[in-house]
């Protein structure tokens, strides 16, 4: 199992003469403790066209000094990545290979499944070596804390494989360790007033490869078009949208697989925010690529969902149980729900990761690519003020027949579930106009927040829907058994009903201002 530590660091470009001027300027640092130089040797695996780089990526195999071994360095923000270790003994082939002065090792297969979604089938092959003499200074305050970590590197770095570019520089590199994240700004300060540079890149190999990855495609997910206006194309302004939502897609992959909190839920907003926008913007692309995409975001979604849901109802009904009076809770009503659930939530995770592991889903990223890097035609290529305004005024008009003929059905089973789907079409008006905000502002944003509204409301009332029937089922296993949980259930289940038919009670109260024609002037 790999170890994790979250890096926030700054690099600076210096010439060879440079002078490191005295950290203990600092204000708050009482002693810059210079360590023993130590050598370090990496060499960086990539795929032939560089997926990893361009993608601020790096996996590497590192020898000397106290952090030896393999590491996987996943972007989280400029300046900050997330670093994961696993020891030098970790790779997935033991056998070596000789390749040029060093050896070639095989990436941990842990590692491997970490990135996968950008290699999607591509080789992992050496591509760079980098050496380094390496000495660092700890800033330390009065009470011995290590506030940051300034290390100043003189590297040796060649490309390997087909042409080989070798180069040679050096740097200062400022990580924080358990200082405050000012202490950065300050370090940075003292280093730009001796002579230092912000540098270029962010990281060596960014450095040495720079030249090779700027030749390339560039990353996966293509830079948003610039900021959209009513007479650009109306493409470009669901383009921006879907792109981010790739983007956090992409993001979310490896945190997934990591199993990190709200990883799931991140990944499946964005597939339903994604085929939202397909659905209610659906005449700007090619119908055939719009069903194909509808489907298979659809069957994502649906795979993550069990793992979600179980996680989520776990802790939901935990809290209503500790909410109930004592002399209602009867029996091991605790590991009653939780041996119910948490075979689902292990059997949710591993669907999600079977999914994760398919070619499908890797053929899905390439269609979403695709689809993001496509010309616009017909429609799309028309002015976004006069083509996108009509298209969100369809998803309004949807959600409002939904919910007239849910009105028009007496409470139960049929008329739940009418709001169920209404529910989902007020999500997607919701996304519609979050869509439209960079043209349409504040009217925009406030047709959102009325869609949320109801969102939230009928959200309310299918939860407890669906907490009913899980409650009606386990009460029923639980007295057939004997178990006295069954009158604990039994109280839970009356209280979702009550929570149900009080959402919807409250949904169509507020329906008439939520529907208002104030919102929707803007609409045309």
């Given at each position: 199992?790999?170890?994790?530590?979250?890096?926030?660091?700054?690099?600076?470009?210096?010439?060879?003469?440079?002078?490191?001027?005295?950290?203990?300027?600092?204000?708050?640092?009482?002693?810059?403790?210079?360590?023993?130089?130590?050598?370090?040797?990496?060499?960086?695996?990539?795929?032939?066209?560089?997926r990893l780089a361009r993608n601020r990526i790096t996996l590497r195999r590192r020898t000397g000094g106290a952090?030896?071994?393999?590491?996987?360095?996943?972007?989280?923000?400029?300046?900050?990545?997330?670093?994961?270790?696993?020891?030098?003994?970790?790779?997935?082939?033991?056998?070596?290979?000789?390749?040029?002065?060093?050896?070639?090792?095989?990436?941990?297969?842990e590692f491997v499944d970490l990135v996968a979604v950008h290699l999607r089938g591509a080789e992992l092959l050496p591509v760079a070596r980098l050496r380094t003499l390496r000495t660092a200074r700890r800033l330390r305050d009065a009470t011995g804390t290590d506030l940051a970590e300034v290390v100043d590197d003189q590297v040796s770095a060649q490309t390997l494989g087909a042409s080989t570019?070798?180069?040679?520089?050096?740097?200062?590199?400022?990580?924080?360790?358990?200082?405050?994240?000012?202490?950065?700004?300050?370090?940075?300060?003292?280093?730009?007033?001796?002579?230092?540079?912000?540098?270029?890149?962010?990281?060596?190999?960014?450095?040495?490869?720079?030249?090779?990855i700027a030749a390339g495609p560039g990353p996966d997910v293509p830079a948003p078009p610039r900021r959209p206006r009513r007479r650009k194309?109306?493409?470009?302004?669901?383009?921006?949208?879907?792109?981010?939502?790739?983007?956090?897609?992409?993001?979310?992959?490896?945190?997934?697989?990591?199993?990190?909190?709200?990883?799931?839920?991140?990944?499946?907003?964005?597939?339903?925010?994604?085929?939202?926008?397909?659905?209610?913007?659906?005449?700007?692309?090619?119908?055939?690529?719009?069903?194909?995409?509808?489907?298979?975001?659809?069957?994502?979604?649906?795979?993550?969902?069990?793992?979600?849901?179980?996680?989520?109802?776990?802790?939901?009904?935990?809290?209503?149980?500790?909410?109930?009076?004592?002399?209602?809770?009867?029996?091991?009503?605790h590991e009653t729900?939780?041996?119910?659930?948490?075979?689902?939530?292990?059997?949710?995770?591993?669907?999600?990761?079977?999914?994760?592991?398919?070619?499908?889903?890797?053929?899905?990223?390439?269609?979403?690519?695709?689809?993001?890097?496509?010309p616009w035609r017909g429609l799309a290529a028309r002015p976004a003020g006069t083509v996108l305004p009509g298209l969100v005024a369809a998803a309004d008009r949807r959600l409002a027949r939904k919910v007239a003929a849910a009105a028009a059905l007496p409470v139960g089973p049929e008329r739940d579930e009418l709001l169920h789907v209404a529910r989902k079409q007020a999500k997607r008006l919701r996304y519609a106009a979050e869509i439209v905000t960079p043209l349409y502002g504040e009217a925009a944003t406030a047709l959102a927040g009325q869609a949320e509204r109801a969102q939230e409301l009928l959200g309310i009332h299918q939860d407890a829907a669906v907490a009913r029937a899980l409650l009606r089922d386990w009460g029923?296993?639980?007295?057939?058994?004997?178990?006295?949980?069954?009158f604990t259930l039994g109280v839970l289940l009356g209280l979702e009903e009550c929570r149900g038919r009080l959402a919807e009670r409250d949904f169509f109260d507020v329906w008439p201002e939520i529907s208002g024609r104030r919102y929707r002037r803007w609409l045309g």
């Open positions: 199992m790999a170890t994790g530590v979250r890096e926030i660091e700054r690099k600076y470009a210096v010439e060879p003469t440079f002078v490191l001027p005295r950290l203990g300027e600092i204000a708050g640092v009482v002693t810059a403790r210079t360590r023993r130089t130590v050598s370090l040797e990496a060499i960086y695996y990539d795929t032939d066209d560089l952090d030896a071994g393999w590491h996987l360095k996943l972007p989280v923000r400029v300046g900050e990545r997330d670093e994961l270790r696993l020891p030098l003994d970790a790779d997935a082939d033991a056998d070596a290979i000789e390749i040029a002065e060093g050896h070639r090792h095989t990436p941990p297969t570019t070798v180069s040679s520089w050096r740097e200062i590199e400022v990580e924080l360790v358990d200082g405050r994240p000012d202490v950065l700004d300050e370090v940075g300060e003292l280093l730009l007033a001796a002579g230092a540079v912000a540098a270029a890149d962010s990281s060596k190999l960014g450095r040495l490869l720079g030249p090779l194309p109306a493409g470009d302004v669901v383009r921006a949208y879907l792109i981010d939502q790739v983007r956090v897609l992409l993001a979310a992959d490896p945190r997934v697989r990591l199993d990190e909190p709200e990883a799931v839920h991140r990944m499946r907003v964005a597939c339903r925010r994604a085929r939202s926008a397909l659905r209610i913007f659906a005449p700007l692309f090619p119908a055939k690529a719009v069903a194909h995409l509808d489907g298979e975001l659809r069957d994502l979604a649906g795979a993550l969902s069990a793992a979600r849901d179980a996680e989520v109802q776990i802790a939901y009904f935990d809290g209503r149980v500790a909410r109930l009076p004592a002399e209602l809770v009867a029996g091991p009503v729900v939780t041996a119910h659930l948490g075979t689902g939530l292990a059997a949710g995770r591993e669907q999600a990761l079977v999914m994760l592991r398919s070619e499908r889903y890797f053929a899905l990223v390439d269609s979403l690519l695709d689809l993001v890097r496509s029923v296993a639980a007295q057939a058994q004997g178990d006295p949980a069954a």
